[in-house]
């Protein structure tokens, strides 16, 4: 899963290193995916995500997501029900159950919050990020600027929830070290906040997917080759 003001191509360069085989999703409000982009909600696209898997394979998976896309994990792992051996927070946002990604990042701003949020809807209802396809005709937003802050400040005001994840899922938050977004705190409440028992570093920016993909396909690769062989220490 994508972060803020991305599509699912910001993937292509990582999934071409990746040895383990992938499926790389769009959130709802962009491209051919509907949706209006302000007003997506967590639900909304858990729903679509879950979907896209189901579609694509019916083997166990390790779900990923980058900064915005570590919102929507906890309700895709729940709808996928004990097909998930792995989730992985890349630069992931992500709250407890039952508290919103704000309350993290910028505790005692909510009020400010709202009422950006409430600005960019009302300027950009029904806005897409690049549609296409059946899509093309709907008002579109092409500044990923633009669409990063709407998709930061919708999400991350949305309240998180936890419920119907195995809680022995296990969980890694991929640290970039070069993060001018997240500050080494942030993100330190971040993986507590996803209760991510490994932290693994990678020299990059907020996102590796462009700035670093070959180092985070190893990383994949070798957290999907961990869930693998416990896998087949289950079996065995």
């Avoid at 896309?69 to 792992?77: C, N, T």
């Avoid at 969980?171 to 993986?191: E, G, K, N, S, Y």
Wanted: proline fraction near 6%.
């Amino acid at each position: 899963m994508h972060g803020a003001g991305h599509t699912a191509r910001v993937w292509e360069t990582v999934r071409r290193h990746l040895s383990a085989p992938s499926v790389a999703v769009d959130l709802p409000g962009r491209r051919d995916r509907a949706g209006d982009l302000p007003a997506v909600t967590i639900t909304e696209s858990a729903a679509g995500i879950a979907a896209d898997v189901t579609a694509a394979t019916a083997a166990r998976v390790v779900l990923v997501g980058h900064s915005v896309g570590g919102i929507v994990l906890p309700e895709v792992a729940a709808r996928l029900d004990g097909r998930v051996d792995h989730l992985v927070f890349v630069a992931g946002l992500c709250a407890k159950d039952g508290d919103t990604v704000a309350d993290t990042v910028s505790p005692g701003r909510s009020a400010q919050f709202t009422e950006r949020l409430g600005e960019l809807r009302a300027r950009y209802a029904g806005h897409m990020l690049e549609p296409e396809g059946a899509c093309a005709a709907a008002p579109a937003i092409h500044d990923p600027r633009v669409a990063m802050s709407i998709d930061s400040l919708n999400f991350m005001s949305q309240t998180v929830s936890w419920e119907g994840v195995d809680p022995g899922t296990p969980r890694t938050f991929v640290r970039c070290l070069r993060d001018r977004i997240q500050p080494r705190a942030m993100q330190a409440r971040l993986a507590e906040n996803c209760a991510a028992a490994d932290v693994i570093d990678i020299d990059s920016g907020h996102t590796p997917a462009l700035q670093a993909p070959a180092a985070l396909a190893a990383i994949l690769d070798g957290i999907a080759s961990g869930s693998a062989a416990r896998a087949d220490e289950r079996v065995v």
